[in-house]
């Protein structure tokens, strides 16, 4: 119908699926002189008393909707926090995720802060230059740089924006700061100083808060601080939406952040940088479960910036757009790759030291080498003693109250459950009913109390899930470190030594072997150029990829395999997970798409049943869209009354979908 006035669409502040449509509201006419696209709103829903929050998509002269409209109630903000192409993104991720564009938003769009909002108001009106504003892009010489190891492509993304897998160059590099941080970091700084250089703006986003540091250390020495915004999720609310209004300002910036950096706004957006894609940290826990490198790729495609994958081991997901073409490999022009021992106890001459954590050649290496400067030795596991036994018969020690496994975190320490942490003071062991103990497993705390009194007059440092270190010096020093928890050492490494390969490896999961090769290959990064490296007690493809430094080999053959097996990234998966009834519907609404399978269903530990829905990468829209109409249906059927004669409410549904489960058990 044709209205008076400004017709609003606007999308509801709403989890339930059903509400992820826009609505049409009339603008009132004391609204009209104030009212954007973008801005916060209030809006009745489903009765005058009652206003929901929200967005405004888009102002339009005509409404879909042929009924008499409701007027806005109010607008919550004047700033247009939600820009069309962050708009156009979390609706394009949403709809290819089966999930809604609200949940997508709340991850772009930090909580409005009234007192940081009224200062950025009061300066636009009163036409000051933000700090960043009144600095003027300089001019990047990097010609003998980190960067310019590699292809001249990677100097010129800001004019030719390609899409590149980049294998990223295996050393410390130290700043011109003299802080020393891994070479990727300067290597993606680099890039984005040059592209800001020619303004436009970059993202960088990496998965946790040591390698964000590493780039805004590297950043902070090639540009002017001020040009660089930080959107973490370790800042305060305040800092985050101050940062996220500077964004708005229409200027270019570098923006460095972890996985949500990739939704920010952004002023002619050049390239898009992403760090170890393989890193479980870039997968979004919440609904609809983006994963970063996802969103990378539709926002590239759709603002025609480039896009660079990364990392010292590719995934298959890069590995297998590498192969359609889809990405070009880039690979340094000196590609130097670290000096690997590849140490199987079984070739040990020594039966005795065949049977030793570290074998007789690590021990020599990192003998020598912790003259000279710090040895890193990575473990699998944090705490003392990560897994206890039985004394007597030796049956896995469990709590008595989940079930779950009993450790110690340091020596001297009661036992404790490693799920609920509940202390085992009265435990008794179920097929024995012994009370004692047997140390099992050797954490970072056990192993450095062992090196510490083997390595006599040697400081030994621990950097674990508890206690993580950023960065050590150059002093000769035994560093023990959990798996990711590597810190930097100024020069690198005079030798790296990776312990309980087997157990790294023993986790059950599709992505095993991938991730494993991943961390050691980080951890490899941090030795110095020529250094002595140990892996001990693996072999075969996994060695073979790591000791030629041929990551992308194995990555082929993963690929390759999987292929076979019609197991992801070869295909897409969605988990559908709920009752079994509603569970069976959903599924037989996608497998009418041709070419679709599925696996399952199977009885979930909460007894709820699990299906997996397997289709190909063409199909993806028509099953999304099958999957999410059985989502709302179950929403819309799960709606009951709180009580009698009250409101009927809208429950949770019952119903869940998770498409490209990278972790699927």
Not at 309 to 319: G, I, K, L, M, P
Request: with cysteine.
């Amino acid at each position: 119908m044709v209205s008076p006035g400004p017709v609003a669409r606007v999308l509801l502040d709403s989890t339930l699926p059903q509400l992820d449509h826009l609505f049409d509201y009339q603008v009132p006419l004391a609204l009209i002189d104030r009212v954007k696209a973008g801005q916060r709103v209030k809006v009745p829903f489903r009765s005058a008393a009652r206003n929901v929050g929200g967005y405004i998509i888009e102002l339009v002269d005509t409404a879909e909707f042929a009924g008499e409209l409701s007027p806005l109630s109010d607008i919550v903000s004047d700033v247009p926090v939600l820009t069309p192409e962050v708009w156009e993104l979390a609706r394009t991720l949403a709809d290819r995720a089966a999930g809604s564009a609200g949940d997508i938003l709340r991850l772009a769009i930090p909580p409005r802060q009234v007192r940081v909002e009224k200062e950025f108001l009061a300066r636009i009106a009163a036409g000051e230059k933000s700090e960043a504003e009144e600095v003027s892009a300089a001019e990047t010489d990097i010609s003998d740089s980190h960067a310019a190891r590699f292809a001249p492509e990677l100097l010129q993304l800001a004019v030719r924006p390609e899409r590149f897998a980049l294998a990223a160059v295996p050393e410390p590099a130290r700043l011109s700061s003299g802080e020393w941080v891994g070479h990727w970091s300067a290597t993606l700084a680099e890039s984005a100083a040059v592209i800001l250089a020619a303004g436009k703006s970059s993202i960088i986003s990496v998965p946790d808060y040591r390698d964000l540091d590493q780039v805004m250390s590297a950043l902070s020495s090639m540009v002017d601080p001020r040009e660089i915004v930080r959107v973490d999720a370790r800042q305060t609310n305040a800092e985050r939406y101050r940062a996220f209004l500077r964004l708005l300002e229409g200027k270019p910036r570098i923006i460095v952040g972890n996985r949500s950096a990739v939704y920010a706004p952004s002023h002619n957006l050049g390239a898009i940088m992403l760090w170890d894609d393989g890193d479980s940290l870039h997968e979004e826990p919440l609904s609809p479960y983006v994963h970063s490198r996802d969103a990378a790729l539709v926002r590239a495609e759709q603002s025609g910036a480039a896009l660079v994958f990364a990392s010292h081991t590719r995934s298959t997901e890069v590995q297998r757009l590498v192969e359609l073409g889809w990405l070009r490999e880039l690979l340094p022009l000196r590609h130097p790759q670290p000096r690997l021992i590849l140490s199987n106890q079984t070739l040990d001459a020594d039966g005795l030291a065949s049977r030793a954590r570290i074998p007789t050649i690590a021990w020599v290496k990192a003998k020598e080498a912790s003259a000279l400067g710090p040895v890193l030795i990575q473990v699998a596991r944090p705490g003392y003693a990560p897994v206890l036994a039985c004394a007597e018969c030796r049956q896995a020690a469990r709590c008595t109250h989940c079930a779950g496994p009993l450790g110690v975190r340091r020596a001297g320490e009661t036992p404790r459950c490693g799920w609920c942490a509940t202390l085992a003071q009265d435990w008794r062991c179920s097929n024995c009913s012994s009370t004692m103990f047997r140390l099992i497993g050797k954490g970072s705390e056990r192993t450095a109390e062992e090196l510490d009194k083997a390595f006599p007059g040697v400081r030994v440092i621990v950097s674990d899930g508890e206690t993580i270190r950023q960065s050590v010096d150059s002093r000769p020093a035994i560093v023990v470190a959990t798996r990711g928890a590597e810190p930097i050492a100024a020069g690198g490494y005079t030798c790296v030594l990776l312990l309980d390969g087997e157990s790294m490896l023993g986790r059950e999961s599709l992505r095993t072997g991938e991730d494993t090769l991943r961390v050691w290959s980080n951890a490899l990064a941090l030795a110095q150029p020529g250094a002595p490296c140990v892996l001990v007690g693996v072999s075969g493809p996994i060695g073979d990829a790591l000791g030629q430094w041929n990551q992308p080999a194995y990555a082929s053959r993963e690929l390759a395999d999987r292929r076979a097996l019609r197991f992801p990234p070869a295909v897409r998966i969605a988990t559908v997970t709920g009752p079994r009834e509603a569970v069976e519907a959903a599924v037989a609404q996608a497998e009418e798409v041709q070419g679709v399978d599925s696996l399952g269903p199977t009885v979930e530990p909460d007894g709820s049943a699990r299906s997996i829905v397997r289709f190909d990468y063409r199909h993806g829209e028509a099953v999304a869209s099958a999957l999410r109409a059985e989502l709302v249906k179950a929403a819309v059927k799960n709606r009951r009354p709180r009580k009698a004669g009250a409101e009927r409410v809208a429950q949770k549904s019952l119903l869940r979908l998770r498409f490209d489960d990278s972790d699927i058990r």
